[in-house]
C-alpha cells in the first residue's frame, strides 16, 4: 500500500500503523558540512530508518536502527511551514544564521508478505480396508 501524506494529520496516522518507518533523503544542514562532519552524523545513524517508539500530541521518539539511541520530531510549533508530497514531508529547519534549511523525510510502510497460491490437493477417495491376507 503506497503511503500518500497531504497534511500533518496523514502522517499523524501513518506513524500509528504498525512497521511505519522515516528515513532521511536530505538534510541541507549536514550536506553543507565538511566531509569529515557529515562522515561523523552518518556513522552515528542520520541515515539510518527510524521506526515509531512513542507517540504524543506534539511529539514523536523513534528507534534509529543498528544504534542504541532514540531520536525526536517535535510538531507543537511550525508546522505550517510542513510540505507534505506523497511519501515525503519536508521540515523546514528555522536557525538563526545561513541560509534556511530543511530536511527530507521518506516514509514507507512495509510490503506486505506474498502468499504463494498453491493449488489445493486433490481428495482422495478411501481405500477399502485390505485384509492381511490380501482379500
Known amino acids: 500500500m503506497p503511503v500518500v501524506l497531504r497534511s500533518l494529520s496523514d502522517f499523524k496516522k501513518f506513524l500509528r500503523k504498525p512497521g511505519a518507518t522515516l528515513q532521511i533523503v536530505q538534510n541541507t544542514f549536514v550536506e553543507r558540512q565538511d566531509a569529515a562532519s557529515r562522515e561523523a552524523y552518518r556513522r552515528k545513524g542520520l541515515y539510518e530508518p527510524r ?64 502468499r504463494h497460491r498453491t493449488r489445493p490437493r486433490p481428495v482422495q477417495e478411501p481405500q477399502a480396508a485390505q485384509s492381511a491376507f490380501g482379500f
Open 51 to 114: 521506526t515509531l517508539r512513542a507517540l504524543s500530541k506534539r511529539a514523536a521518539v523513534f528507534d534509529v536502527r543498528g544504534h542504541d539511541t532514540t531520536v525526536w520530531l517535535y510538531w507543537d510549533r511550525g508546522t505550517r511551514h510542513w510540505r507534505f508530497s506523497g511519501d515525503t514531508v519536508t521540515v523546514p529547519l528555522h536557525a538563526t544564521l545561513g541560509p534556511p534549511d530543511a530536511v527530507v523525510y521518506r516514509c514507507s510502510l512495509p510490503e506486505p508478505e506474498t
